[in-house]
């Protein structure tokens, strides 16, 4: 084993008997560093949590890959459609099978609902049978998802609780409907179910239904819709699938001479504001990893001062029997590294102690209309809360390197008369 080490370990790190003052200063050392290195885990989970909570809504309100006809839309009643039959078998033959969770054909089209004392604009979306509800029954506040299978219930529609509560509506009401294309088609559905997503761009805009509602108004056949919606069973391989279906159903236009040319988009694609919104938490995250990094600097430097001015008089008596300045520096920096140590632990216990916590109980609230979440949400990601603890290990040792050079200024005569 090295001296340095050696000594170090037997070393007290705090106040000396001749020097107690020194104990609280190093209190406060560590009580700096643990606050900062709670803050930076903090911050990496809140905002991990934050981008996963947006991101799932997102993906769960929107279809994963969105294939559309490349016509040109224009107004009046001459919408670009999608016929499924163009889509869907092609992609259940496909080697992308198995990579997909479900294939749905999707209308959309804007209405006003209309009460006895009230209206609102929205858009309706018409889903068919193939359409996964999950999301959307776990959002339910009351009622039931529409009965999509079941013909005689084309009529059924949810609405969210803003539209329910700006409209004064429940479940079991009838509300007209009015789609207005070349003329005004008025239908009455039934509300079956109130959901709330506290995502408002969307509560505030849709209402979900039938297909066949929206198809009968626009005189479409039952194969026909806006876009097909497909969802991928894993996120991470949205991108690849809707490349994969843009040259299956590229090629399959080119084989049949098909004059219709197909896009296919995936949520990025069709989200980039709210992507690109998320993708700026990173720079927050950064930024206050680097203010937390330099007030940890400032810390041990100090706490690096008091250590060496505790033991002026050892300092002395080791050169004087023989220690050289960059041995004595290894001492001083061995002995630091407790200090280093010991926050850490402090700091990672408090910090994910108090992530789990508010991960499991939610007891910090947000306002949902402006954050889309009512609470603040958690994700403890164990790799970056590793390299978290890495590189404070890396930058404090860095950091003590230029201040210990002060112990190479001490000199033994007077050191060893210092008091």
């Not at 996964?132 to 009965?147: K, M, N």
């Not at 509300?175 to 003329?183: G, K, V």
Request: with cysteine; aromatic share 10%; glycine share 6%.
């Amino acid at each position: 084993m090295q001296f340095e080490i050696f000594i170090a370990r037997r070393l007290k790190l705090g106040g000396s008997d001749d020097n107690p003052s020194a104990a609280p200063n190093l209190t406060i050392a560590v009580v700096g560093m643990v606050l900062a290195i709670v803050v930076m885990i903090l911050s990496i989970t809140i905002v991990c949590g934050f981008k996963s909570e947006i991101s799932t809504k997102i993906y769960n309100l929107d279809s994963h890959i969105k294939v559309t006809n490349s016509a040109v839309t224009v107004s009046g009643s001459n919408y670009s459609t999608v016929d499924s039959r163009d889509v869907a078998p092609l992609l259940a033959g496909s080697p992308l099978a198995h990579k997909l969770q479900s294939v749905s054909l999707i209308a959309e089209k804007p209405a006003i609902l209309k009460t006895s004392d009230d209206f609102k604009g929205i858009v309706y979306r018409g889903v068919d049978s193939c359409f996964s509800w999950h999301y959307f029954e776990q959002c339910l506040t009351d009622g039931r998802v529409p009965a999509i299978a079941d013909s005689a219930a084309a009529g059924e529609v949810i609405i969210s609780q803003k539209v329910a509560s700006q409209l004064r509506l429940a479940v079991g009401d009838r509300i007209l409907t009015y789609f207005i294309d070349e003329r005004v088609r008025v239908r009455r559905p039934s509300v079956v179910g109130i959901f709330s997503t506290d995502f408002d761009e969307f509560d505030n805009a849709y209402i979900l239904g039938n297909i066949a509602a929206i198809q009968g108004v626009n005189g479409w056949d039952k194969h026909t819709g806006t876009y097909v919606g497909i969802d991928t069973r894993n996120l991470e391989q949205i991108q690849e699938c809707s490349y994969d279906i843009y040259r299956l159903l590229s090629k399959a236009a080119v084989e049949k001479d098909s004059p219709i040319l197909y896009s296919v988009t995936d949520t990025r694609h069709n989200n980039v504001a709210y992507f690109s919104w998320l993708s700026l938490l990173d720079m927050n995250v950064i930024i206050i990893i680097v203010l937390m990094t330099l007030v940890s600097a400032f810390t041990l430097i100090a706490g690096l001062l008091m250590i060496v001015l505790e033991r002026i008089n050892m300092i002395g008596i080791l050169k004087t029997l023989g220690a050289t300045n960059g041995s004595t520096r290894r001492i001083f920096i061995y002995l630091t590294q407790k200090l280093i140590f010991k926050s850490l632990i402090y700091g990672n216990a408090l910090g994910i102690s108090f992530a789990l916590l508010q991960q499991h109980f939610h007891f910090i609230k947000l306002d949902a209309e402006s954050y889309y979440i009512p609470y603040v949400p958690i994700e403890i990601n164990w790799l970056f809360i590793l390299a978290l603890n890495i590189g404070v290990i890396v930058v404090s040792y860095i950091t003590l390197l230029a201040p210990s050079m002060i112990i190479s200024s001490i000199e033994p005569s007077k050191s060893v008369r210092f008091e």
